[in-house]
């Protein structure tokens, strides 16, 4: 019994703004399912984030209703969790996915915590936030008992897990029960496969690359799917790549050889199928930025669908590798500990964390948390 496992399809994510990055996600969730059509198997399970909003628009739900019925076309039966993007902050509220039940998506939620399929337990729960962890330590006890009843049993979650992400999970690796066979998780895009209770836990990661640090993954590891054959005591699972129809470059370019460099970039460039995303960093040297940023638009503007530059002459980086750290105040010192994620939005909730948490406002702390990861990338 083979099985594909997909997650964090992000439909209707318009990355910069840009509608050609709304169709790349369209585009690379298409050949996902048409690869998953191919290789025959019995079964999917899509562990949250099918869509980027809560309220996706009608164009994302046919696009994704149409890649649905050509799995129920070639009778293959899809099973799925909600995520922090499908979930609307609303007691009581039902998530997109609810729209394509009739068409053959069954959905695992509070009211329908688990599934069998041809005597194989599909069990989960949808995203929570961390506030509200009891939820799924509960839900836990009531899928694990139930579980027990199968030979064959799948837990499907999208949280974000401790030992994975230490800095911005939800739940903790002791609190998920260890007597299922296959932990189908999504929110973690990169991908990840581990040994964990009686099976595997693995995180397909994202189906396209949805932010800047997804890149160095990408390059690893691909995009795509897993395919898993639970009919082994422990799951087999095969990598199966799709890869985005675009590229995703990141650059960095000593300022002395800007000229020989963008020159050699331009090469490649158009060799390329598609324009690609540019993140570019001139370095080094000293030198005007408004004339170097001229020059890059000029030389490579036109070659590419969006370019990223950024700027580090040689007097910003010995001030950056001279900085005596013990002068920095809390929050410059916490800011240039996150300096790699090279995310603006990552520095401010830190900040606000440092505010509340060194005051003991833990419930301020746990809102701010909670808003961030339900609204970011909305």
Same mark, same amino acid.
């Given at each position: 019994?083979?099985?594909?496992?997909?997650?964090?399809?992000?439909?209707?994510?318009?990355?910069?703004?840009?509608?050609?990055?709304?169709?790349?996600?369209?585009?690379?969730?298409? @050949?996902?399912?048409?690869?998953?059509?191919?290789?025959?198997?019995?079964?999917?399970?899509?562990?949250?984030?099918?869509?980027?909003?809560?309220?996706?628009?009608?164009?994302?739900?046919?696009?994704?209703?149409?890649?649905?019925?050509?799995?129920?076309?070639?009778?293959?039966? /899809?099973?799925?969790?909600?995520?922090?993007?499908?979930? /609307?902050?609303?007691?009581?509220?039902?998530?997109?996915?609810?729209?394509?039940?009739?068409?053959?998506?069954?959905?695992?939620?509070?009211?329908?915590?688990?599934?069998?399929?041809?005597?194989?337990?599909?069990?989960?729960?949808?995203?929570?936030?961390?506030?509200?962890?009891?939820?799924?330590?509960?839900?836990?006890?009531?899928?694990?008992?139930?579980?027990?009843?199968?030979?064959?049993?799948?837990?499907?979650?999208?949280?974000?897990?401790?030992?994975?992400?230490?800095?911005?999970?939800?739940?903790?690796?002791?609190?998920?029960?260890?007597?299922?066979?296959?932990?189908?998780?999504?929110?973690?895009?990169?991908?990840?496969?581990?040994?964990?209770?009686?099976?595997?836990?693995?995180?397909?990661?994202?189906?396209?690359?949805? @932010?800047?640090?997804?890149?160095?993954?990408?390059?690893?590891?691909?995009?795509?799917?897993?395919?898993?054959?639970?009919?082994?005591? /422990?799951?087999?699972?095969?990598?199966?790549?799709?890869?985005?129809?675009?590229?995703?470059?990141?650059?960095?370019?000593?300022?002395?050889?800007?000229?020989?460099?963008?020159?050699?970039?331009?090469?490649?460039?158009?060799?390329?199928?598609?324009?690609?995303?540019?993140?570019?960093?001139?370095?080094?040297?000293?030198?005007?930025?408004?004339?170097?940023?001229?020059?890059?638009?000029?030389?490579?503007?036109?070659? /590419?669908?969006?370019?990223?530059?950024?700027?580090?002459?040689?007097?910003?980086?010995?001030?950056?590798?001279?900085?005596?750290?013990?002068?920095?105040?809390?929050?410059?010192?916490?800011?240039?500990?996150?300096?790699?994620?090279?995310?603006?939005?990552?520095?401010?909730?830190?900040?606000?964390?440092?505010?509340?948490?060194?005051?003991?406002?833990?419930?301020?702390?746990?809102?701010?948390?909670?808003?961030?990861?339900?609204?970011?990338?909305?």
């Amino acid at each position: 019994m083979k099985f594909a496992h997909i997650a964090d399809s992000h439909l209707g994510f318009r990355q910069y703004g840009l509608y050609q990055r709304e169709e790349d996600f369209y585009d690379v969730f298409k @050949r996902n399912v048409d690869k998953i059509i191919e290789k025959n198997v019995d079964f999917v399970i899509h562990s949250g984030d099918l869509f980027n909003m809560s309220k996706p628009s009608p164009k994302t739900l046919l696009i994704f209703q149409e890649e649905l019925l050509k799995l129920k076309e070639a009778n293959i039966d /899809v099973f799925a969790v909600a995520g922090n993007h499908d979930t /609307v902050m609303r007691k009581d509220a039902l998530p997109p996915q609810v729209l394509s039940k009739n068409l053959g998506l069954r959905l695992i939620s509070p009211k329908n915590p688990y599934h069998i399929h041809e005597d194989i337990f599909i069990g989960g729960f949808p995203y929570q936030s961390k506030p509200y962890k009891s939820n799924l330590v509960e839900a836990f006890k009531l899928l694990s008992r139930e579980a027990e009843k199968y030979e064959k049993r799948i837990l499907v979650l999208h949280q974000g897990i401790d030992k994975y992400i230490p800095l911005a999970f939800e739940l903790e690796i002791a609190d998920i029960p260890k007597n299922f066979n296959y932990y189908g998780c999504g929110h973690v895009h990169s991908r990840i496969i581990d040994d964990f209770g009686n099976g595997k836990l693995a995180y397909p990661g994202s189906t396209e690359i949805c @932010r800047k640090n997804e890149v160095k993954d990408y390059q690893k590891n691909g995009k795509g799917f897993y395919m898993v054959d639970i009919s082994r005591d /422990v799951p087999k699972i095969e990598k199966i790549n799709v890869k985005p129809r675009r590229e995703f470059i990141i650059k960095n370019i000593a300022y002395p050889n800007l000229n020989q460099d963008i020159s050699n970039l331009k090469e490649w460039i158009k060799g390329l199928d598609e324009k690609p995303i540019l993140h570019i960093t001139v370095e080094g040297g000293n030198f005007n930025r408004s004339k170097v940023h001229e020059k890059l638009n000029e030389e490579l503007g036109d070659l /590419v669908l969006s370019m990223r530059p950024d700027f580090k002459p040689e007097s910003l980086m010995k001030t950056e590798k001279n900085a005596d750290l013990s002068t920095l105040n809390p929050k410059k010192l916490l800011v240039n500990s996150l300096s790699e994620y090279d995310n603006e939005d990552i520095d401010n909730l830190a900040i606000s964390l440092l505010n509340n948490l060194s005051k003991d406002k833990t419930e301020d702390a746990e809102r701010i948390v909670e808003k961030f990861y339900n609204e970011y990338f909305d």
